[in-house]
């Protein structure tokens, strides 16, 4: 068991080059709408706004469409290139679990291999230790039968999250909560409308 994990994609997302990908699915007018919302990259630290000039937008909703199309896409013609071939690929968000059945050198050699097929995309490679994997949010492990068991982890992010906001009034809590589904609601409701023009 390996994972391949894509390093900072968000930020080095080809936004032009990812648009091809969905060129061939949607119509003209919503290609204009994803590069708006694609190319608008502004944000604000410390008190002083700033426009990222590279990558998409990691709040964004319609980035982690986009970014998804560009990894199938990617997938697929670097598991077609490849003569050695993993059992199993099976990604979650910018993370790949991955059974590798073949000669354990020749891995990092698949891992160049896929590192070279893109100028942005950049695998790091995470080897099982002891029979255990960690991958986003669970550990998988071998069981004694040779099957895979896994558990689900909670890291300290989400647990001080959640403590975090149990503290907070619910006032503020309701209205971040409320905020954000509206702004996924107006997302959807948006892009929706828009496909009938």
């Known amino acids: 068991m390996v994972s391949f994990d894509v390093a900072t994609l968000f930020i080095r997302l080809p936004v032009m080059e990812s648009l091809e990908i969905p060129a061939r699915l949607f119509v003209e007018d ?3 709408l994803f590069k708006h919302v694609l190319t608008s990259r502004y944000f604000s630290f410390g008190g002083q706004f700033y426009e990222q000039t590279d990558g998409v937008a990691m709040g964004s909703p319609l980035s982690s469409v986009i970014m998804n199309f560009l990894l199938k896409d990617f997938e697929e013609r670097a598991l077609e290139q490849t003569t050695r071939k993993p059992l199993n690929w099976f990604r ?9 059945p073949r000669v354990p050198e020749k ?16 695998f790091i490679l995470k080897a099982e ?3 255990h994997l960690h991958f986003p949010d669970i550990e998988i492990h071998r069981r004694l039968d040779g099957s895979l068991g896994h558990k689900v982890l909670l890291s300290t992010l989400h647990t001080s999250a ?9 006032t ?3 209205f971040d909560f409320i905020f954000h589904f509206l702004h ?3 997302s959807v409701l948006f892009l929706f409308l828009c496909s009938f023009i």
């Open 30 to 32: 919503m290609l204009i």
């Open 92 to 100: 979650y968000v910018d993370g790949n679990f991955v059974i590798w």
């Open 107 to 122: 891995l990092e050699t698949f891992r160049d291999n896929l590192n070279g097929i893109h100028r942005n995309i950049y």
């Open 129 to 131: 230790k002891g029979g």
């Open 162 to 170: 959640h403590s975090h906001m149990a503290r907070l009034p619910i």
């Open 172 to 174: 503020k809590l309701s």
């Open 184 to 186: 996924l609601l107006i």
